[in-house]
């Protein structure tokens, strides 16, 4: 079955790198994206390649409540440099009660505050953009990784020219890797929890979840 993306609304706090990336990404896929920031340059590159673009402090309360900060599904703090306004916003964004923070963290210390604050999910763009591209270069085969804990992690890879012409039931992953098939990529569609009967085609990504190790002998057997 084809995948439907849900339209959703983001804002966005620092149009650094990382911040105005995302919200490129996020707008070209669709959705409604605010950006923030209180370099008006900045802003003013972004305004017509987004929903909405303001010059803002995001260490101001009352700015953020103007702003209808709590009607976003996600609100992402993508201030990197100055820590203190990366804990103020986030602790605002905590207090007024966003739906969901994903905040940017540099330092492992800066990460901690920020999941003492509450923040939903703290990220590590540098480390964890090292991580993929070592995986990457490690084995061609593997194409991203998103791990869930230090042992686990989503995997999209190249489907094995062993698996080509086999359905999941005849290689039966699961028992012989402890590797579950979440997902098959064919061209643009997305067969969304796949069944036993369906067949690996050539070019198919498939996306696995299970044990680092047990991924790992996947993809090197």
Not at 48 to 57: G, R
Not at 165 to 172: P, V
Not at 216 to 221: G, S
Request: aromatic share 4%; net charge neutral; charged share 30%.
């Amino acid at each position: 079955m084809a995948l439907r993306m849900k339209r959703k609304s983001f804002a966005v706090i620092g149009a650094g790198r990382f911040g105005s990336n995302l919200a490129l990404a996020l707008s070209e896929m669709g959705h409604d994206v605010l950006i923030v920031d209180n370099d008006e340059k900045k802003v003013q590159e972004l305004s017509d390649k987004v929903t909405h673009a303001v010059q803002a402090d995001s260490t101001n309360e009352q700015t953020l409540k103007t702003l209808g900060i709590t009607n976003f599904d996600v609100v992402v703090v993508g201030i990197g440099v100055d820590l203190q306004a990366s804990i103020l916003t986030s602790l605002i964004l905590k207090e007024l009660g966003a739906k969901y923070i994903l905040a940017k963290a540099r330092t492992n210390l800066h990460g901690k505050l920020l999941e003492k604050i509450g923040v939903d999910r703290v990220v590590f763009p540098e480390r964890d953009m090292g991580l993929r591209i070592a995986r990457h270069l490690a084995d061609m085969n593997v194409l991203d990784c998103i791990d869930f804990s230090p042992d686990y992690s989503v995997t999209e890879l190249i489907a094995p020219k062993k698996m080509i012409g086999k359905t999941l039931r005849e290689l039966d992953l699961r028992a012989r890797y402890e590797v579950n098939v979440i997902a098959i990529r064919s061209g643009e569609q997305i067969n969304i929890s796949p069944l036993a009967d369906d067949m690996i085609k050539k070019d198919d990504l498939l996306i696995v979840i299970g044990e680092n190790k047990a991924i790992e002998k996947l993809v090197k057997e």
